[in-house]
């Protein structure tokens, strides 16, 4: 799909994002959910400038990409998510706030994309390094909100009588935030095994508020976005945990990922009739890349790779409980590198997908 046609379809933010000054951007931290809707509206409007082909001051985005990356600001948020995924254990009526925060909590690991779709002559494509780094980051985030989701499970839905519709709210919600967050570990599958000079033209960013919002059967709102810079074409992604029934979505601008159908997070679960089926288990998918990447066995990565240094304890705790979730045995299940196979030619048949054509029935096909 042509950028252009593309960023055409959302409506234009009244405000300038890309003008804001240094002293209304620190007065965003004095409330708790502004900053990180400000920061969400101003990668909108670095991206939509780019679909526009609209002038950029290189300089001034720099600064900021800068500060967005910075220890203190990655720190606050990352005490803002926690914070109100412990509050909405008790107070269920924030749960939409969680699913605001996961753009920052799936951006800040894909912050590479960002520089070089920004400033390519300053920062070059990701690598194949770069990329399973970004993985590997992704993958820890999603087991920690697995370990999360498991005691919610355990301390409100395994002990309440009925289960109210709030706490199965909350529990979706978190099931929908992990497979958000292990969605790209797939996707950048697909873009590693490209060859390098494809794969320095191939973008995958999550979709900031302007992008992802949108409503009614036409929404093209977005998780993610799947660019080729070269091509000038974009496709829009939505990740969906189990995927049921005819999209609502506008299929000539977006595809999906499936949790169930395209990452493969399902376990054997017994009926109450002696039969068994196959239930959604968002968390497989992460676990089995942090279990089985040939980068993250060598110990001395977490020392000579940077986007690794300070993740050693992280990771090894990942790995712990990743072998405490069923099915992922060591070695064994390579469930991304199947999500990859399934992925490829449809990322690529979107990506690449001519303005006049339509997608037939996609939530249906297969």
């Not at 376990?267 to 068994?276: I, K």
């Amino acid at each position: 799909m042509n950028m252009r046609s593309f960023a055409e379809g959302f409506d234009k933010d009244p405000i300038d994002y890309g003008s804001l000054s240094r002293r209304e951007w620190q007065g965003a931290t004095r409330s708790l959910m502004e900053p990180a809707q400000r920061w969400s509206n101003y990668f909108s409007h670095l991206l939509n400038a780019y679909f526009m082909s609209e002038p950029l001051e290189g300089e001034e985005v720099s600064r900021s990409l800068q500060a967005y990356t910075s220890d203190s600001n990655q720190q606050l948020t990352h005490n803002v998510v926690r914070n109100i995924e412990r509050i909405a254990f008790h107070h269920l009526s924030i749960v939409s706030y969680t699913n605001k925060l996961n753009f920052h909590t799936i951006n800040q690991e894909m912050i590479p994309y960002w520089k070089h779709l920004m400033e390519p002559e300053v920062h070059a494509a990701p690598d194949y390094i770069d990329i399973s780094v970004m993985q590997a980051r992704l993958g820890v985030r999603a087991l920690q909100l697995t370990r999360t989701r498991q005691i919610f499970y355990e301390q409100t839905l395994l002990v309440a009588p009925e289960p109210t519709d709030e706490e199965l709210q909350l529990d979706q919600a978190f099931a929908g935030r992990i497979t958000e967050l292990e969605a790209p570990i797939a996707a950048l599958e697909v873009l590693k095994q490209q060859m390098s000079d494809t794969r320095e033209n191939l973008v995958l960013i999550p979709g900031p508020s302007r992008f992802e919002s949108g409503r009614g059967k036409d929404s093209r709102a977005s998780d993610f976005l799947l660019l080729d810079t070269e091509e000038s074409q974009v496709a829009g992604i939505q990740v969906k945990t189990n995927l049921r029934g005819k999209s609502k979505y506008d299929q000539r601008f977006i595809t999906f990922i499936d949790g169930v159908k395209h990452l493969g997070n399902t376990v054997e679960a017994h009926r109450t009739d002696g039969t068994t089926t196959r239930k959604a288990y968002p968390g497989l998918l992460a676990a089995d890349f942090i279990l089985n990447d040939e980068m993250l066995q060598r110990q001395s990565a977490y020392s000579r790779i940077e986007g690794l240094q300070g993740m050693f304890g992280h990771i090894l705790d990942a790995k712990s409980f990743a072998r405490t979730l069923p099915e992922p045995a060591d070695g064994l299940d390579q469930r991304t590198t199947r999500a990859a196979e399934r992925l490829r030619g449809r990322l690529f048949a979107a990506l690449y997908k001519n303005d006049a054509e339509s997608d037939d029935a996609d939530s249906e096909e297969e």
